[in-house]
């Protein structure tokens, strides 16, 4: 936990923002409309979670030696 801290705040800041946007989103007419906006946050929030695995497979190399060379793969497709 001590060095994936800073990925959990901004992650806990954008889903924040993520639902603020998406609240006033859905209280006017613009429901169904796909913008660059909400690309973004879901890109983000991805980024963030993927982050948050590299982070903790780094720091935990002994832990995870059979699933290094699966995931690094996922990673970069």
């Known amino acids: 936990m ?4 800073l990925q959990i705040g901004c992650l ?3 889903l924040y923002i993520c639902y603020i946007y ?15 906006f ?8 991805i980024y963030l979670i993927f982050d948050i695995l590299t982070v903790y ?3 935990h190399l002994d832990v995870l030696k ?3 060379i699966p995931y690094i793969i996922l990673y970069f497709f």
Not at 2 to 5: I, M, S
């Open 22 to 36: 998406l609240k006033n989103k859905y209280q006017t007419k613009d429901k169904l409309k796909w913008k660059l």
């Open 2 to 5: 001590l060095h994936y801290k």
């Open 38 to 45: 909400d690309t973004i946050i879901l890109f983000s929030i």
């Open 57 to 59: 497979s780094v720091n």
């Open 66 to 68: 059979g699933l290094q």
């Open 12 to 14: 806990i800041i954008v």
